[in-house]
């Protein structure tokens, strides 16, 4: 049985386009991020630069797409290293590198916390933004055609950016989360404005059993012939790519429409980091 996950009085929640007045917006502190973001992320002395375009392709693509029109999720075995795992988590606590901080308490939205990146994002995670957007697009473009939705995606992520920056939503989405024992989020959708990619990226930063135990990923999935929900079991490093929100399917009567939510089962013990790849920005 998958891991239940509590939830505050809504069913699920759609992430927030603002930010409520308890929640913390920080002040640029432009000198100092980009610093970190150089020296720390991606030009490590005597060490090969992380090429993320060469990371993705060698992912066994045939597969993924295959599990992705099976299930709405795919995983991406060791997308990163444990020091690179590290690096991320450790930047939690320099807000330079952030530009609003969510307690998801104060939403309903389940117990710990994220922060939202600034512009420019870390290079590691824009590199890894732009290289896995360039993999899924064709398969958003499919999916929307077999379900008669008439919206299509450019080949290239900055394309898409100013789509979204032409209509409102200027501001970065890719997060870094946090949890400690007792922690847990509901299920919900990563939506933000009128424009949504419909995949996305979670990256666990983590060791399983070492640095935390429990906080399962969890999906849902209202199918066209059942309802059910899934554990997606991940490692450090691991990625899973997901849908956002609705993805095709066979019903019995021919092509259909299912809708996917994904939460974490309360963490029982430790400390649980993550990033989440969202590809629309934000209103």
């Known amino acids: 049985m998958a891991p239940r996950l509590s939830c505050a009085p809504l069913e699920f929640h759609r992430k927030h386009r603002s930010f409520a007045s308890g929640d913390v917006q920080y002040s640029t502190g432009i000198a100092n991020a980009q610093a970190w973001r150089t020296t720390v992320l991606s030009r490590r002395t005597n060490t090969p630069k992380y090429d993320a375009k060469a990371k993705v392709d060698a992912f066994d693509w045939p597969e993924i797409i295959r599990s992705l029109d099976a299930d709405g999720t795919a995983v991406l075995p060791r997308l990163l290293e444990p020091g690179q795992c590290a690096r991320l988590a450790a930047g939690y606590s320099n807000d330079d590198l952030y530009r609003s901080r969510i307690v998801m308490a104060r939403h309903g939205f389940g117990r710990g916390e994220y922060k939202y990146y600034r512009y420019p994002l870390p290079e590691l995670l824009q590199d890894l933004r732009q290289a896995l957007y360039s993999r899924l697009a064709p398969i958003a473009n499919r999916w929307h055609k077999e379900m008669g939705i008439g919206v299509r995606y450019p080949s290239v992520h900055a394309d898409f950016i100013r789509r ?27 939506l933000y404005g009128a424009h949504v990619f419909p995949l996305q990226a979670t990256i666990l930063l983590s060791k399983p059993g070492t640095d935390f135990e429990g906080g399962e990923f969890v999906v849902t999935d209202a199918g066209a012939r059942e309802k059910r929900a899934d554990v ?52």
């Open 232 to 283: 997606v079991q991940l490692a450090q490093g691991d990625a899973v790519i997901l849908a956002v929100n609705r993805r095709p399917v066979t019903g019995s009567r021919g092509p259909a429409k299912t809708a996917m939510r994904h939460g974490v089962s309360r963490v029982r013990r430790g400390l649980r980091h993550t990033v989440g790849i969202v590809f629309h920005d934000a209103r």
């Open 164 to 190: 979204c920056h032409r209509a409102g939503q200027k501001r970065p989405t890719p997060l870094i989360l946090q949890y400690f024992e007792g922690d847990y989020n509901c299920l919900h959708q990563d």
